[in-house]
């Protein structure tokens, strides 16, 4: 079997990205309580347990390369070596390690690009904290994995139980695979844009069937289109960023979030939009620079099948009307639910024609091109903005999970936030809970506490209205 693969156009172009002066890879926070009976380093335990679960997790043993001359995107090699001691750091916060303190130093880890001659991930073992628990941060390049993709990754390290029997140990990890030949690699690559281009020319009879088919007819198609985008009116979320990221985290109960979906006939994630508006719009609110029209929330949807456990992104996004100049919260929840059921629609009539690949003839020179254009032309603050911030909801595991023995008490998200769109709200559901990761450009929003802190009021109020 080949031991070097390419990236698909769109792993690819979160490689592109970066270009930007922006860090393009996700992560969470788990908070965590010790293993019973725990003697040494919790480090290097972690250490062993990672290294006795990569074969379930190739993801974790893949490095990139450069396709000579640049004549596709970069290529995946399989099989790399792994070096423990970088891949599974441990630090320690200063007394008396207070939320504050490891808010901070996760939003500095965060910050910091990733090495690429390395595989895309680390993980941080964080000591030191006042409640004697164990934070865990960890980070994984958007181009390995989209948000569903990173749940099976999760899947593979983490238990339900806190001794489960011993899988079968993956081959030794500082084993170095064999080196590639350029020529190889040059033929893999060429193979690899020709297929993609390919696949498109193959794919344009469907497509066009599938437009006038699927949307009854292809006027019809580019209407749905032109109607389904919107311009956000301008923000002080719409700016070109700096290196310097803030954190905050939120716990709600998921069952109180569910009946309120249900008492008004709606889903979770309107609940979870719902709520998102309303902090945004009271923090904004008490700095004077609220918004006259309705914000636009970016909106991550998976393009992925229910059984593709594939380790890479099928993701796309959407806009969503955050009515942040409406008052009144029940009317707010309803809108983004009139919001959400269009986004439904249109996801189902035009997921056919969103392309998750596209050919990397030469990619890596004209994308770094095009970011430094934007990058230094600073057109996030030129251009109208299509967003004013992304808000994601991603289901997570259902029950309490161990990681090497270790209890899982919190599982907080973490995303990315790039020139344009200062402003992240990842959600994800765990053991009953909504956790929340807000992540902010600190010159923007300096405070993203102000957010997570009146969360829980907003919930409170939108039962109110329900019980009213």
Same mark, same amino acid.
Request: hydrophobic share 45%; charged share 20%; with cysteine.
């Given at each position: 079997?080949?031991?070097?693969?390419?990236?698909?156009?769109?792993?690819?172009?979160?490689?592109?990205?970066?270009?930007?002066?922006?860090?393009?890879?996700?992560?969470?926070?788990?908070?965590?309580?010790?293993?019973?009976?725990?003697?040494?380093?919790?480090?290097?335990?972690?250490?062993?347990?990672?290294?006795?679960?990569?074969?379930?997790?190739?993801?974790?043993?893949?490095?990139?390369?450069?396709?000579?001359?640049?004549?596709?995107?970069?290529?995946?090699?399989?099989?790399?070596?792994?070096?423990?001691?970088?891949?599974?750091?441990?630090?320690?916060?200063?007394?008396?390690?207070?939320?504050?303190?490891?808010?901070?130093?996760?939003?500095?880890?965060?910050?910091?690009?990733?090495?690429?001659?390395?595989?895309?991930?680390?993980?941080?073992?964080?000591?030191?904290?006042?409640?004697?628990?164990?934070?865990?941060?960890?980070?994984?390049?958007?181009?390995?994995?989209?948000?569903?993709?990173?749940?099976?990754?999760?899947? $593979? +390290?983490?238990?339900?139980?806190? &001794?489960?029997?011993?899988?079968?140990?993956? !081959?030794?990890? #500082? *084993? @170095?695979?064999?080196?590639?030949?350029?020529?190889?690699?040059?033929?893999?690559?060429?193979?690899?844009?020709?297929?993609?281009?390919?696949?498109?020319?193959?794919?344009?009879?469907?497509?066009?069937?599938?437009?006038?088919?699927?949307?009854?007819?292809?006027?019809?198609?580019?209407?749905?289109?032109?109607?389904?985008?919107?311009?956000?009116?301008?923000?002080?979320?719409?700016?070109?960023?700096?290196?310097?990221?803030?954190?905050?985290?939120?716990?709600?109960?998921?069952?109180?979030?569910?009946?309120?979906?249900? $008492? +008004?006939?709606?889903?979770?994630? &309107?609940?979870?939009?719902?709520?998102?508006? !309303?902090?945004? #719009? *009271? @923090?904004?609110?008490?700095?004077?620079?609220?918004?006259?029209?309705?914000?636009?929330?970016?909106?991550?949807?998976?393009?992925?099948?229910?059984?593709?456990?594939?380790?890479?992104?099928?993701?796309?996004?959407?806009?969503?009307?955050?009515?942040?100049?409406?008052?009144?919260?029940?009317?707010?929840?309803?809108?983004?639910?009139?919001?959400?059921?269009?986004?439904?629609?249109?996801?189902?009539?035009?997921?056919?024609?969103?392309?998750?690949?596209?050919?990397?003839?030469?990619?890596?020179?004209?994308?770094?091109?095009?970011?430094?254009?934007?990058?230094?032309?600073?057109?996030?603050?030129?251009?109208?903005?299509?967003?004013?911030?992304?808000?994601?909801?991603?289901?997570?595991?259902?029950?309490?999970?161990?990681?090497?023995?270790?209890?899982?008490?919190?599982?907080?998200?973490?995303?990315?936030?790039?020139?344009?769109?200062?402003?992240?709200?990842?959600?994800?559901?765990?053991?009953?809970?909504?956790?929340?990761?807000?992540?902010?450009?600190?010159?923007?929003?300096?405070?993203?506490?102000?957010?997570?802190?009146?969360?829980?009021?907003?919930?409170?109020?939108?039962?109110?209205?329900?019980?009213?």
């Amino acid at each position: 079997m080949p031991n070097s693969r390419p990236l698909s156009g769109l792993d690819a172009s979160f490689l592109y990205l970066e270009g930007l002066g922006t860090p393009m890879h996700v992560g969470s926070l788990m908070l965590l309580e010790p293993p019973a009976g725990l003697v040494g380093s919790f480090a290097d335990k972690l250490r062993d347990h990672v290294a006795d679960r990569l074969n379930a997790a190739a993801p974790l043993r893949r490095v990139l390369e450069n396709a000579p001359l640049g004549i596709s995107h970069p290529l995946w090699r399989e099989q790399a070596p792994l070096d423990m001691e970088w891949h599974i750091q441990q630090t320690r916060l200063r007394a008396p390690g207070s939320h504050g303190a490891l808010m901070g130093m996760v939003a500095r880890l965060h910050a910091e690009p990733m090495a690429r001659d390395r595989p895309l991930w680390q993980l941080v073992v964080i000591e030191g904290l006042g409640d004697g628990r164990i934070a865990l941060y960890s980070r994984i390049h958007h181009a390995l994995l989209d948000g569903q993709g990173g749940i099976a990754l999760a899947r $593979a +390290l983490l238990d339900i139980e806190p &001794d489960p029997p011993r899988r079968q140990a993956a !081959t030794t990890a #500082r *084993e @170095a695979s064999a080196p590639t030949g350029r020529t190889r690699l040059a033929t893999r690559a060429v193979g690899a844009t020709a297929d993609v281009i390919g696949r498109w020319v193959r794919g344009i009879p469907q497509t066009v069937k599938l437009a006038a088919a699927g949307v009854a007819a292809p006027r019809k198609t580019l209407s749905g289109l032109r109607e389904s985008l919107m311009l956000a009116p301008r923000s002080i979320l719409n700016v070109h960023i700096g290196s310097e990221r803030a954190l905050a985290v939120c716990s709600l109960d998921l069952a109180r979030c569910k009946q309120v979906g249900k $008492a +008004l006939d709606g889903s979770l994630n &309107d609940v979870v939009m719902a709520l998102c508006t !309303t902090v945004l #719009r *009271e @923090a904004l609110k008490r700095r004077s620079v609220l918004p006259k029209k309705a914000m636009i929330a970016g909106m991550p949807v998976s393009l992925r099948a229910a059984e593709d456990g594939e380790a890479n992104n099928q993701v796309s996004m959407v806009q969503c009307e955050l009515p942040t100049d409406e008052s009144d919260p029940l009317a707010r929840f309803h809108r983004i639910q009139a919001a959400t059921i269009k986004i439904k629609s249109r996801v189902q009539a035009f997921n056919a024609l969103i392309p998750t690949d596209f050919p990397g003839l030469a990619a890596p020179f004209w994308a770094a091109g095009l970011s430094r254009l934007w990058e230094r032309g600073k057109l996030s603050e030129r251009l109208p903005p299509l967003a004013n911030l992304v808000i994601s909801n991603v289901p997570g595991p259902p029950v309490p999970l161990y990681l090497a023995g270790a209890s899982v008490q919190q599982y907080y998200p973490i995303s990315i936030v790039t020139h344009g769109l200062a402003l992240n709200i990842t959600v994800q559901s765990y053991a009953g809970a909504l956790e929340f990761g807000i992540l902010s450009c600190r010159k923007a929003l300096p405070r993203p506490q102000s957010l997570a802190d009146r969360l829980e009021p907003a919930l409170e109020e939108l039962e109110q209205s329900v019980n009213a």
